[in-house]
């Protein structure tokens, strides 16, 4: 070892210069191989930093490859940076030596050997970061560049989600898989997916969440969509608390639907993809209007806006509410100007008293839309009570910087009836930690894997 840190001085030092060129060759080579001797003995080692590693060294390989191909790719920044680094794994030859660093390793590694004999499981084999550490049991779902597979985990048994990244398609996977992973990280939320471990190989990254049972869709279809009420108002709730904590870390979730939003037995609800979130931490940065699902998209970006803020989430939580009350999606346009022409024959065509500054918009003046007088909320959501209507239409707002906000709407009237501890529960509290929280039984439930009473199982969600 200390030839190799010799080596590695002299390299630093600027006296290589002074090597023949076949020597220089021989000592590069020699650090090389030490490297990956140093990489492969490294992952037969328990990790602690798990994610925030496997992520900078991805970032630094990608990087890597991108310089070979002189492409002018993307390039990432080190977003493991700032945490600790893995320690320095020591060679096996070494432990004979009676140095406090080999005696402790020598100690470490007896103990870890005794548990894996046990288990009959070795982390040479598995471990953190490793994709032989989960089995794949069947495929939940599958899109453009990841398909989404329900897994277990071979060092605890339990069920996880594998979403996993095919890297052959260059533009923009990984770069959302890299979105999404820095995000993740560090939202640590009761109602917020869970992100246990990361894996890149060659060809995929596998991202390994908490294992959910469903989301909102399939449970509004599992009770006929039309859900109980007071379940409404509990759903609506975590969305909205899960939200709040993301704005508050300056995250835009940009990709608010039923099908992002998870639930499991116990009747806790996730938000879940965080693929196409964004970090907004300057008020004026332009991002992209080609963002949320298009049923649940708000006017402003449909109409070319590239400049918001947390609004652009709230108007998809008046969506997903009213779908929720009624049973169906608020507007299921296929296009954009259908999109729009059912905003408007519903909440009425927009004018200068009701959205400032829209007769001006060059691509609102090219559609020629009808004028519209805006329709009563109620006859179209009759179950909604005079709070919940107050509550929807502060969400449906064509101004975007006046639509209520995550933290005041978590604080509006409607949700009284849920009384006063929810309000003041931890980020890492699940409400139904709360004994007086318990979902009711829907009227139109066909029979799933919830259950209605409330009382249900919490079944383990670490890996």
């Given at each position: 070892?200390?030839?190799?840190?010799?080596?590695?001085?002299?390299?630093?030092?600027?006296?290589?210069?002074?090597?023949?060129?076949?020597?220089?060759?021989?000592?590069?080579?020699?650090?090389?191989?030490?490297?990956?001797?140093?990489?492969?003995?490294?992952?037969?080692?328990?990790?602690?930093?798990?994610?925030?590693?496997?992520?900078?060294?991805?970032?630094?390989?990608?990087?890597?490859l991108?310089?070979?191909?002189?492409?002018?790719?993307?390039?990432?920044?080190?977003?493991g940076?700032?945490?600790?680094?893995?320690?320095?794994?020591?060679?096996?030859?070494?432990?004979?030596?009676?140095?406090?660093?080999?005696?402790?390793?020598?100690?470490?590694?007896?103990?870890?050997?005794?548990?894996?004999?046990?288990?009959?499981?070795?982390?040479?084999?598995?471990?953190?970061?490793?994709?032989?550490?989960?089995?794949?049991?069947?495929?939940?779902?599958?899109?453009?560049?990841?398909?989404?597979?329900k897994?277990?985990?071979?060092?605890?048994?339990n069920?996880?989600?594998?979403k996993?990244?095919?890297?052959?398609?260059?533009?923009?996977?990984p770069?959302?898989?890299?979105?999404?992973?820095?995000?993740?990280?560090?939202?640590?939320?009761?109602?917020?997916?869970?992100l246990?471990?990361?894996?890149?190989?060659?060809?995929?990254?596998?991202?390994?969440?908490?294992?959910?049972?469903?989301?909102?869709?399939?449970?509004?279809?599992?009770?006929?969509?039309?859900?109980?009420?007071?379940?409404?108002?509990?759903?609506?709730?975590?969305?909205l608390?899960g939200?709040?904590?993301?704005?508050?870390?300056?995250?835009?979730?940009?990709?608010?639907?039923?099908?992002?939003?998870?639930?499991?037995?116990?009747?806790?609800?996730?938000?879940a993809?965080f693929?196409?979130?964004?970090?907004?931490?300057?008020?004026?940065k332009?991002?992209?209007?080609?963002?949320?699902?298009?049923?649940y998209?708000?006017?402003?970006?449909?109409?070319?806006?590239?400049?918001?803020?947390?609004?652009?989430?709230?108007w998809g939580?008046?969506?997903?509410?009213?779908?929720?009350?009624?049973?169906?999606?608020?507007f299921p346009?296929?296009?954009?100007?259908?999109?729009?022409?059912?905003?408007?024959?519903?909440?009425?065509?927009?004018?200068?008293?009701?959205?400032?500054?829209?007769?001006s918009?060059?691509?609102?003046?090219?559609?020629?839309?009808?004028?519209?007088?805006?329709?009563?909320?109620?006859?179209?959501?009759?179950?909604?009570?005079?709070?919940?209507?107050?509550?929807?239409?502060?969400?449906?707002?064509?101004?975007?910087?006046?639509?209520?906000?995550?933290?005041?709407?978590?604080?509006?009237?409607?949700?009284?009836?849920?009384?006063?501890?929810?309000q003041?529960?931890?980020?890492?509290?699940?409400?139904?930690?709360?004994?007086?929280?318990?979902?009711?039984?829907?009227?139109?439930?066909?029979?799933?894997?919830?259950?209605?009473?409330?009382?249900?199982?919490?079944?383990?969600?670490?890996?």
């Amino acid at each position: 070892m200390e030839r190799f840190a010799r080596l590695g001085d002299v390299r630093r030092s600027g006296f290589a210069g002074n090597l023949g060129p076949c020597r220089l060759a021989a000592a590069q080579d020699t650090m090389n191989k030490m490297k990956n001797f140093k990489r492969r003995f490294s992952l037969s080692v328990p990790r602690t930093e798990t994610i925030e590693e496997s992520l900078a060294e991805f970032t630094e390989q990608f990087n890597q490859l991108n310089n070979k191909k002189n492409e002018g790719h993307l390039q990432l920044g080190h977003l493991g940076r700032g945490f600790r680094a893995e320690p320095t794994s020591i060679s096996p030859s070494e432990v004979e030596g009676q140095s406090p660093k080999a005696v402790r390793y020598r100690r470490n590694n007896q103990r870890r050997f005794s548990m894996e004999a046990s288990t009959g499981c070795f982390r040479s084999d598995i471990g953190f970061g490793k994709l032989e550490t989960y089995v794949k049991l069947e495929k939940l779902g599958e899109g453009t560049y990841a398909t989404v597979f329900k897994g277990r985990s071979k060092l605890t048994g339990n069920l996880v989600a594998l979403k996993e990244i095919r890297l052959e398609h260059e533009e923009g996977a990984p770069c959302t898989a890299i979105r999404e992973v820095s995000l993740l990280k560090n939202l640590k939320h009761a109602n917020i997916v869970t992100l246990h471990d990361f894996i890149h190989t060659e060809r995929s990254l596998t991202l390994v969440f908490e294992y959910l049972d469903s989301d909102l869709k399939q449970y509004l279809d599992n009770c006929g969509n039309l859900m109980n009420m007071h379940n409404v108002k509990i759903f609506l709730f975590q969305l909205l608390r899960g939200l709040s904590y993301c704005h508050k870390s300056k995250i835009l979730h940009r990709d608010l639907k039923p099908q992002n939003l998870l639930i499991n037995e116990r009747g806790e609800l996730k938000l879940a993809d965080f693929g196409l979130a964004r970090a907004k931490s300057i008020p004026t940065k332009t991002y992209s209007n080609e963002v949320v699902t298009l049923w649940y998209r708000p006017p402003d970006v449909l109409l070319g806006s590239t400049v918001y803020s947390t609004p652009i989430d709230m108007w998809g939580v008046g969506c997903i509410h009213y779908e929720m009350v009624t049973g169906r999606p608020m507007f299921p346009g296929s296009t954009v100007k259908e999109e729009l022409h059912l905003i408007f024959k519903l909440l009425g065509t927009p004018t200068e008293d009701s959205w400032p500054g829209i007769t001006s918009n060059e691509e609102f003046k090219g559609y020629h839309f009808t004028r519209y007088q805006a329709q009563p909320l109620k006859n179209h959501a009759p179950r909604l009570d005079t709070e919940g209507i107050d509550l929807l239409m502060s969400l449906l707002l064509y101004e975007a910087k006046c639509r209520i906000s995550a933290e005041e709407a978590l604080r509006h009237p409607y949700f009284k009836a849920l009384g006063d501890r929810v309000q003041l529960l931890p980020d890492n509290a699940s409400i139904f930690s709360l004994k007086e929280i318990q979902l009711q039984k829907d009227p139109g439930y066909r029979g799933s894997a919830f259950q209605q009473s409330g009382r249900t199982l919490q079944r383990g969600t670490e890996p």
